[in-house]
């Protein structure tokens, strides 16, 4: 006899539960909406009494929780489970979470919790291992059981971001950790409490494993609070609607949210295979601060074949990925099912019925000993997301070509987010030893799409819901001055409709004894998101430093001091601004600074659709008007010919210079054009002769060892020798 609804165990619950969907195809055998269609009504109104549950917890908790990943920018996720931890509902934020808790109550469920440590009501579970359901070692994961009377009938948990998790390094996402060991503290799938109430132990480890540990200790009993409140809830639904209509109508929801996905794939893609390939470049060789195991540039890549088939469902195949390495962008099935989830619910499933029965729909091969699924236990994953985002940005913008392929303009949409961090620790303004991340990033910007432009500053892939948080915050947090937070003029992706506008922060370190600052992008040699159809891609992310600077003389003279890179570089030109060392960098850094020493972050601009030429002048006027271009762009980029008319203080576009200027650009393409016969013959040419970056070569030799079927298509693709191999 077991804990489950029925008085079974909660394996045999589980094993149940995938047999009915291996043997029907429906989830759990259910072949009839049969509550749906008696009484309609009454299903959406449980369905919504659910979802209010777990959006109500988010939003009530944010202002329970100390730290400023709740509080500011929402890095949190609650959701609901089925006693075998299938999706039921969630909350808005970090969709990402959605299945790696799912993964979490279905890991200790094969792992027999049930019988060791127990699982009773009351009990309080924690994790971030990323073998155990998490992504890296920041999410950190709370579930607890649901019971009505003596029967576990489901489970209730919440994600949230920790901006300090005491790693080597300060901050949340260790940048130079090449193995698990210097990521921070890891909570693996462990019991932390009972009677609703944390230990006592569990809560002192916090203490001296964290630099920040009331930020993680509010967020978890945040987590906690928000969980407890959808237990009550579900069990005041389940006293009205009874316990045998919950049960059936939870599967039902999910079963309903299957079908629905199946039929809208059917209407909106035409069947058919996507592809591309996605890549990380870092040049690690030669920085100083690296531990041994990867000092060394490398080049990782991540193939990505969509399959959209006939009835509905989708396969994506990521043959041919690199190997894992020692460093910290790996990925396990958890990440990559997390990376899915975020994907499929802001282009699939996003009307609200958002659970299992679309994932149901999805598969994936995540071929073992890659880099998306690496199978050394001691691997580094703290920055996961470097691999997961432009991945599952590449996926979205495939996805993008299917709805275009099947007229549906509106849905076109190309995904991005920010693709640089900064981490930072040491001594505060207030003499206190403080270590976080600075997370602006969760408000960069979007692609653009078939009909309209990108987001600016208001989007990112893991949290459609997100928010920068306010520069002051950040100031009290951190020993820093704001400078300028600022959109850069010309960073976006440029097309027919442009992605959204990048930005850039500059600070000023101030009234700190001892501080340091590490830093690091996703792909540091070229851009990682493409256009579309003729759209250009947003530009790398690159940071700038000035240490040892006169900047204390600039402000005790009133002088101008910067607010823009643009500032800095032209002021250390005409030598008003000294510094000892001035750097403008995109390969990763870890600097220590102090006072008047000046740290900035650029945050690249979202991929463009179209081409930028067909693009309508108004629409050029415009950008120059709000200053995210300049008029010599509107021209060389846009083709559009414009003046400022000083009477009426506005911008304004010859009409018949912008077309022939259009016109010019055509042709000077063409005369620039080379053959696709030719061009292929002058690659596959240096392809033969290895005349290849040793990077590339050395990331290609990877993939083909690992992967001999993509070795095989390489080959074919480039018509080489059966042998050959870098």
């Known amino acids: 006899m077991g804990i489950g609804y029925g008085k079974k165990t909660l394996m045999e619950l589980l094993e149940e539960d995938e047999r009915l969907f291996r043997e029907t195809k429906h989830y759990y055998g259910i072949r009839e909406l049969k509550n749906k269609e008696e009484d309609p009504l009454k299903y959406e109104r449980f369905h919504s009494r659910l979802l209010t549950a777990v959006i109500g917890a988010r939003e009530s908790v944010k202002f329970v929780a100390a730290s400023p990943a709740v509080r500011e920018y929402g890095e949190l996720v609650f959701g609901l489970y089925t006693p075998e931890g299938d999706t039921i509902a969630l909350s808005t934020g970090i969709l990402v979470h959605v299945h790696t808790m799912s993964a979490f109550a279905k890991w200790m469920i094969q792992n027999n919790y049930e019988e060791e440590p127990g699982i009773r009501n009351g009990d309080v579970f924690a994790n971030n291992e990323t073998w155990a359901g998490g992504v890296h070692t920041a999410d950190v994961q709370t579930l607890i059981p649901i019971f009505y009377r003596d029967e576990l009938i489901g489970?209730?948990?919440?994600?949230?971001?920790?901006?300090?998790?005491?790693?080597?390094?300060?901050?949340?996402?260790?940048?130079?950790?090449?193995?698990?060991?210097?990521e921070g503290y890891h909570i693996s799938a462990e019991k932390v409490g009972e009677n609703d109430e944390y230990y006592n132990y569990y809560l002192n480890k916090i203490r001296v494993s964290s630099r920040m540990p009331n930020w993680w200790i509010m967020d978890e009993k945040a987590r906690l609070?928000?969980?407890?409140m959808i237990r009550n809830e579900?069990?005041?639904?389940?006293k009205e609607f009874g316990i045998d209509y919950y049960m059936r109508t939870i599967r039902e929801i999910i079963e309903d949210g299957r079908r629905e996905f199946l039929i809208k794939i059917k209407e909106r893609f035409v069947p058919g295979r996507f592809k591309a390939s996605g890549f990380q470049c870092q040049p690690w060789k030669g920085l100083p601060h690296l531990h041994p195991l990867i000092r060394e540039d490398m080049v990782n890549q991540v193939p990505v074949e969509?399959?959209?088939?006939?009835?509905?469902?989708?396969h994506i195949d990521f043959e041919g990925s690199s190997p894992w390495g020692y460093h910290p962008y790996n990925c396990t099935p958890s990440a990559m099912d997390g990376g899915l989830w975020v994907t499929i619910t802001q282009i699939f499933a996003y009307d609200g019925k958002v659970n299992d029965g679309a994932y149901l729909c999805v598969t994936q091969h995540l071929p073992k000993g890659s880099i998306v699924n690496a199978d050394y236990k001691y691997v580094a994953t703290s920055i996961a997301w470097a691999t997961l985002i432009p991945t599952y940005a590449l996926i979205g913008s495939l996805l993008a070509q299917g709805y275009f392929a099947r007229g549906f303009l509106e849905e076109v949409f190309i995904p991005s987010a920010a693709n640089s961090l900064y981490n930072g620790g040491g001594i505060n303004q207030f003499g206190e030893t403080v270590g976080l991340s600075v997370f602006e990033m969760a408000a960069c910007q979007s692609g653009g799409r078939a009909v309209?432009?990108?987001?600016?500053?208001?989007?990112?892939?893991?949290?459609p819901e997100s928010d920068q948080g306010n520069a002051e915050l950040w100031e009290l947090l951190a020993p820093i001055v704001y400078l300028g937070r600022r959109f850069v003029p010309n960073s976006m992706g440029h097309g027919m409709y442009r992605g959204g506008t990048g930005w850039a922060s500059l600070w000023m370190i101030w009234n700190t004894s001892r501080f340091n600052i590490a830093c690091s992008g996703q792909i540091s040699k070229q851009p990682w998101v493409p256009g579309l159809f003729g759209g250009y891609p947003g530009p790398a992310w690159h940071g700038i430093t000035a240490i040892d600077t006169n900047m204390a003389e600039l402000i005790q003279k009133g002088e101008t001091v910067p607010h823009t890179f643009n500032d800095v570089v032209e002021m250390v030109k005409s030598n008003k601004l000294k510094a000892k060392k001035f750097d403008i960098h995109n390969r990763p850094y870890w600097e220590d600074v102090k006072t008047y020493d000046l740290v900035g972050i650029f945050y690249t601009g979202g991929a463009g659709y179209g081409d930028p030429i067909e693009r309508d002048p108004e629409l050029v006027l415009k950008d120059l008007e709000e200053g995210k271009l300049t008029a010599d762009f509107a021209e060389k980029m846009y083709g559009v010919k414009c003046n400022f008319d000083e009477k009426n203080r506005k911008w304004i576009y010859d009409e018949e210079a912008t077309k022939k200027r259009r016109e010019d650009i055509r042709k000077e393409r063409l005369a620039r054009a080379v053959p696709a016969k030719d061009w292929y013959l002058r690659e596959r040419e240096k392809i033969l002769k290895k005349e290849l970056p040793e990077d590339i070569k050395r990331g290609l030799r990877e993939c083909m060892t690992i992967s001999p079927k993509w070795a095989k298509e390489y080959r074919e693709f480039w018509q080489l020798p059966d042998e050959f191999t870098f």
Not at 165 to 182: D, K, L, N, T, Y
Not at 234 to 238: F, K, N, S, T
Not at 306 to 314: E, H
């Open 155 to 182: 489970w209730a948990g919440g994600v949230t971001h920790e901006l300090e998790v005491g790693a080597h390094e300060h901050g949340s996402m260790s940048i130079f950790s090449p193995e698990r060991f210097g």
């Open 225 to 228: 609070a928000g969980s407890i």
């Open 234 to 238: 579900v069990l005041r639904v389940i």
């Open 306 to 314: 969509v399959n959209v088939n006939t009835d509905g469902t989708i």
């Open 452 to 463: 309209i432009d990108g987001i600016d500053c208001g989007y990112t892939l893991w949290n």
